[in-house]
């Protein structure tokens, strides 16, 4: 079992910056694929970033590109994302995700591919 814990959102303006961050404990960190998603009301929950184990490849969803840097820390157990220039549709609950992988390099995107998942935190976004 892998317990994620996210922490970091909150009310942040439009073109500020806010920083996530998920601690894992549970299992060995660097054996899994780190991801963000988030899920606004009414809408599905849509992947946001994803890191690979060894944190050297990373991939992002097309409405955050160039706006968000997601990050981790192995000795750590943390997986971080920067959020800089926000947007009022940013504003969603965000979650962690991790995927046991059995590459260092791979990004995982799809959320039904992941194993754990945290509870979440809300970011919501002012214009």
């Known amino acids: 079992q892998v317990q994620l814990v996210e922490s970091g959102g909150g009310l942040v303006q439009a073109g500020g910056s806010l920083r996530l961050s998920c601690v894992a404990s549970?299992?060995?960190?660097?054996?899994?694929?780190m991801g963000w998603f988030r899920q606004a009301p009414g809408k599905e929950r849509e992947f946001v970033a994803g890191?690979?184990?060894?944190?050297?490849?990373?991939r992002y969803g097309d409405s955050v590109k160039g706006r968000f840097t997601i990050s981790r820390d192995n000795a750590g157990h943390t997986v971080s994302l920067q959020m800089d220039s926000p947007k009022p549709e940013d504003t969603a609950v965000y979650y962690c995700?991790?995927?046991?992988?059995?590459?260092?390099?791979?990004?995982?995107?799809?959320?039904?591919?992941?194993?754990?998942w945290g509870q979440g935190t809300q970011v919501t976004v002012s214009s």
């Open positions: 995700a991790a995927k046991q992988a059995k590459w260092p390099q791979t990004v995982v995107t799809r959320q039904d591919q992941y194993d754990y």
């Open positions: 549970g299992r060995t960190f660097s054996d899994y694929a």
């Open positions: 890191i690979s184990r060894n944190g050297e490849n990373t």
